[in-house]
T-cell receptor, first 114, second 114 residues
Framework: KAGVTQTPRYLIKTRGQQVTLSCSPI?????VSWYQQTPGQGLQFLFE???????NKGNFPGRFSGRQFSNSRSEMNVSTLELGDSALYLC?????????????FGSGTQLSVL | KQEVTQIPAALSVPEGENLVLNCSFT??????LQWFRQDPGKGLTSLLL?????REQTSGRLNASLDKSSGRSTLYIAASQPGDSATYLC?????????????FGQGTRLTINP
C-alpha cells in the first residue's frame, strides 16, 4: 500500500503570496489531519477532515484553510504569507483499527517564506 | 489546556545501553497516547499507541507505559543501536468526543554513539 503523499516537497514563496499544499492519504483512510512544525513551537495541530467535513480546528488565524475532496485527498491553503509561516507542514491519515486510531504521516512540505 | 512535556530535550548514550524517555501531560482525561519517531527533515513514524485503558504496549525492543493518574508515560528502548538515533515525540489525543486532537511534546533528540 502506498503511504501518505505530500506535494510539493519544498516550496519557496515571498511575503504576501498564497500557497496550496496537497496531501493524498493512504487508500481507504478517510480522515486527514494537518500539522505545522517549527523549531520554536514544535508540532501544532492545524485542522482535521473526515469525509469532506472539517471535524476539528486548531488555534491558527483564518489565513490557514483547508478542504477535503470526495476521494479523501486534502489541500491546505495559506493566504497572505508571513515570514513566521515558514515551517514543515505535515499531513497525516488515520487508520481506525481494533487498537485505536493510528496516524500515518507524510514526509511533509518544507515551506520557506522570504 | 492540555500540555505535554518531554524530558530530557536531548540525550546521547553509547550503543548497547538501555534507556528511558519521559513524557508528562497535564490533563489525565486523554483518549490515547502515541509515541512517534522523526528522522531529520522527515515525517513521523508511529511506534506505539496506548489506549487510555491500557498500561503498556510493546513492539520489539520498545516498550511504552502509561500512568494516567500521574500524567506520565515512558518509552523504554532496550539494547540501543545507532539506527535508533532520531527525535522521539509523544502525543496525547484529548478533547471532547468528535473534536479530539493530538497535542505533541517538543520531543527528545536521541543520539546513539557507536
Amino acid at each position: 500500500k502506498a503511504g501518505v503523499t505530500q506535494t510539493p516537497r519544498y516550496l519557496i514563496k515571498t511575503r504576501g503570496q498564497q500557497v496550496t499544499l496537497s496531501c493524498s492519504p493512504i487508500s481507504g483512510h478517510r480522515s486527514v489531519s494537518w500539522y505545522q512544525q517549527t523549531p520554536g513551537q514544535g508540532l501544532q495541530f492545524l485542522f482535521e477532515y473526515f469525509s469532506e467535513t472539517q471535524r476539528n480546528k486548531g488555534n491558527f488565524p483564518g489565513r490557514f484553510s483547508g478542504r477535503q475532496f470526495s476521494n479523501s485527498r486534502s489541500e491546505m491553503n495559506v493566504s497572505t504569507l508571513e515570514l513566521g509561516d515558514s515551517a514543515l507542514y505535515l499531513c497525516a491519515s488515520t487508520y481506525l483499527g481494533g487498537s485505536g486510531e493510528k496516524l500515518f504521516f507524510g514526509s511533509g512540505t518544507q515551506l520557506s517564506v522570504l | 489546556k492540555q500540555e505535554v512535556t518531554q524530558i530530557p530535550a536531548a540525550l546521547s548514550v553509547p550503543e548497547g545501553e538501555n534507556l528511558v524517555l519521559n513524557c508528562s501531560f497535564t490533563d489525565s482525561a486523554i483518549y490515547n497516547l502515541q509515541w512517534f519517531r522523526q528522522d531529520p527533515g522527515k515525517g513521523l513514524t508511529s511506534l506505539l499507541l496506548i489506549q487510555s485503558s491500557q498500561r503498556e504496549q510493546t513492539s520489539g525492543r520498545l516498550n511504552a507505559s502509561l500512568d494516567k493518574s500521574s500524567g506520565r508515560s515512558t518509552l523504554y528502548i532496550a539494547a540501543s543501536q545507532p539506527g535508533d538515533s532520531a527525535t522521539y515525540l509523544c502525543a496525547v489525543r484529548a478533547g471532547i468526543q468528535g473534536a479530539q486532537k493530538l497535542v505533541f511534546g517538543q520531543g527528545t533528540r536521541l543520539t546513539i554513539n557507536p
